[in-house]
């Protein structure tokens, strides 16, 4: 699993937007200048997370983004893959249903499977707020 800047910003912007959810919406320009992150890429990034319902915009003065809900009821594992899609080590690991025609005789797919549960465990125990506080085991 390799998270990708993407990924990764998207990480930061929700905490960011958890550490001032009390200053209602902030403007992207203020995120992106304070997250030292190009506003033309965290347009990109803000948009996907406002399609899930992470974020809600406002446009005009006064506007900008904020969190839908409380930094609490979102997990790491929820946002990485939102902005990422899977988070499987493996590429067989990626969809529902292993594809593989070897899977039947693969001897390292356990190792891969006890791996993804692992990694997609410990995301979804970490909440954003986990994250905003510095509370990470």
């Known amino acids: 699993m390799l998270v990708s800047t993407k990924g990764r910003y998207a990480l930061r912007v929700m905490v960011e937007l958890a550490d001032r959810a009390d200053n209602g919406y902030i403007p992207l320009n203020a995120i992106a200048e304070s997250q030292n992150i190009s506003e033309k890429y965290l347009e990109s990034i803000i ?14 003065k006064g506007g900008g983004y904020k969190l839908s809900r409380k930094a609490e009821e979102y997990t790491v594992g929820s946002i990485l893959r939102t902005v990422e899609g899977s988070l499987a080590p493996v ?37 954003l707020a986990d994250l905003a506080e510095g509370k990470i085991d």
């Open 91 to 127: 590429n067989c690991l990626k969809s529902d249903e292993n594809t593989c025609e070897n899977a039947d005789n693969c001897k390292t797919l356990p190792l891969w499977t006890k791996l993804d549960d692992i990694i997609n465990d410990y995301l979804e125990s970490v909440s």
């Open 47 to 60: 948009v996907i997370l406002s399609k899930a319902k992470f974020v809600d915009g406002l446009r005009g």
